[in-house]
């Protein structure tokens, strides 16, 4: 049998000794609840929402400069 040589860190192990304590509990409906955090965690990482907010003529001039200084899109 070959040895287990996998490192585990400290919340790795945690999770691991609650885990042969039983204290995690089964789901009901597992794959309803999966798709549904999976809906959240994509909403959740879009990267093109929308935002609105009022600044002044100057703050906004230098948001544009910083934006172009390091190479990203702005629109006003």
Excluded at 40 to 54: F, L
């Amino acid at each position: 049998m070959k040895k287990n040589d996998m490192q585990f860190d400290r919340e790795e192990l945690q999770i691991l000794q609650d885990f042969e304590r039983g204290e995690f509990q089964r789901i009901n409906e597992f794959e309803a609840e999966k798709r549904e955090l999976e809906t959240v965690a994509r909403d959740a990482i879009r990267r093109d929402r929308e935002v609105n907010i009022r600044v002044s003529f100057p703050d906004l001039r230098r948001l544009e400069m910083r934006a172009a200084r390091e190479g990203l899109p702005f629109q006003t």
